[in-house]
Nanobody
Framework: QVQVVESGGGLVQAGGSLRLSCAAS????????MGWFRQAPGKEREFVAA????????FYADSVKGRFAISKDNAKNTVYLQMGSLKPEDMAVYYC???????????????????WGQGTQVTVSS
């Protein structure tokens, strides 16, 4: 099993920046990718960004491309989401997820990730 813990959420003004962190522990040797999803009140959870663990290939939702950057530290089994130029519509609970070998499907789909964190709240004030 893989345990996932997010941190770094908080309150920020529109236009500001915030960095989220996500640490994975446990059976991380089979990690294929780590990703971020978010869920705003009354909306479905949506893909934000993901990064493959060995090659470092990144994927972004169109809504955050150019504003958010995902990165990783393999030695720490940690992934980061640097968020900039934040907008009120970015306000949501952000979830980190781990995709291990054996899962398939689009990396933009939450069903291709098997381990999830509890989420961290990001609030953007206008």
């Amino acid at each position: 099993q893989v345990q996932v813990v997010e941190s770094g959420g908080g309150l920020v003004q529109a236009g500001g920046s915030l960095r989220l962190s996500c640490a994975a522990s446990g059976r991380t040797s089979t990690t294929y990718a780590m990703g971020w999803f978010r869920q705003a009140p009354g909306k479905e959870r949506e893909f934000v960004a993901a990064i493959t663990w060995s090659g470092g290939i990144t994927f972004y939702a169109d809504s955050v491309k150019g504003r958010f950057a995902i990165s990783k530290d393999n030695a720490k089994n940690t992934v980061y989401l640097q968020m900039g130029s934040l907008k009120p519509e970015d306000m949501a609970v952000y979830y980190c997820a781990v995709r291990t070998l054996g899962y398939s499907g689009s990396i933009r789909s939450e069903t291709s990730f098997g381990s999830w964190g509890q989420g961290t709240q990001v609030t953007v004030s206008s």
